[in-house]
């Protein structure tokens, strides 16, 4: 299946600032990606859909303007969390959709200060 | 977003017991999964299950895709200290680029 990286691993910010977190697709050109948030024992909620070259398609009640997805190339889509709150804190999870199924990424736990 | 009904929640067994799992929705789906995921991590792909009825095996691992479309069960036999884990079902509607929906997942854990 196709290889899926994703950084940083971790992310410790203050309120306030921003945070960029990016997908990368290895060795597969992926015109879609998708990214997803975890709170702790929780299951995965899928936030948005990244689609290259065009605006992505954001879930109900997550802000887009919160959650900026860049999808430029058909081996990268970054999320960044702007202006980033304590509630923001998470773990964020890309995935990418391939031939044999679904591959996620490693994951990027935030945790804002 | 929507959820797959997942359960049992939690388990606790003794090593070597086997373990059963499942997942039903409201809505049919055309494709099943199941995701293994360890702590700070990404899920992992265990099995896909493409068509109703279809039983699939990986090493000590079976999963059902059920006849009705609704529904999904993972089987795993003989259980290890590294079965430990969070276990998730996830189902997709469509064919095409379309996101997974997951179950709440099943914290498994192995008592040796």
């Known amino acids: 299946g196709a290889v899926v990286s994703q950084h940083p691993s971790w992310v410790i910010c203050k309120s306030g600032t921003s945070v960029k977190i990016e997908c990368r697709s290895l060795d597969f050109q992926a015109t879609t990606m998708f990214w997803y948030r975890q709170f702790p024992k929780q299951s995965l909620m899928l936030m948005a859909t990244s689609n290259e070259g065009s605006k992505a398609t954001y879930e109900q009640g997550v802000e887009k303007d919160k959650f900026l997805i860049n999808h430029a190339s058909l081996t990268l889509s970054t999320l960044t969390v702007t202006s980033a709150h304590p509630e923001d804190s998470s773990f964020y999870i890309c995935?990418?959709?391939?031939?044999?199924?679904?591959?996620f990424g490693s994951g990027t736990r935030l945790t804002v200060v | 977003g929507q959820q797959l009904n997942q359960s049992p929640q939690s388990m606790f067994i003794q090593e070597g017991e086997d373990v059963s799992m499942n997942c039903t929705s409201s809505s049919i789906f055309n494709t099943w999964l199941w995701y293994k995921q360890d702590p700070g991590e990404g899920p992992v792909l265990l099995i896909a299950?493409?068509?109703?009825?279809e039983l699939t095996s990986n090493g000590r691992l079976t999963a059902q895709f059920g006849i009705t479309r609704k529904d999904s069960f993972l089987n795993i036999s003989a259980s290890i200290p590294s079965d430990v884990g969070i276990y998730f079902c996830a189902g997709r509607y469509n064919s095409g680029n379309t996101p997974l929906v997951f179950g709440k997942g099943t914290r498994l854990s192995v008592i040796a």
């Open positions: 995935s990418l959709q391939e031939f044999y199924g679904y591959t």
């Open positions: 299950l493409y068509k109703a009825g």
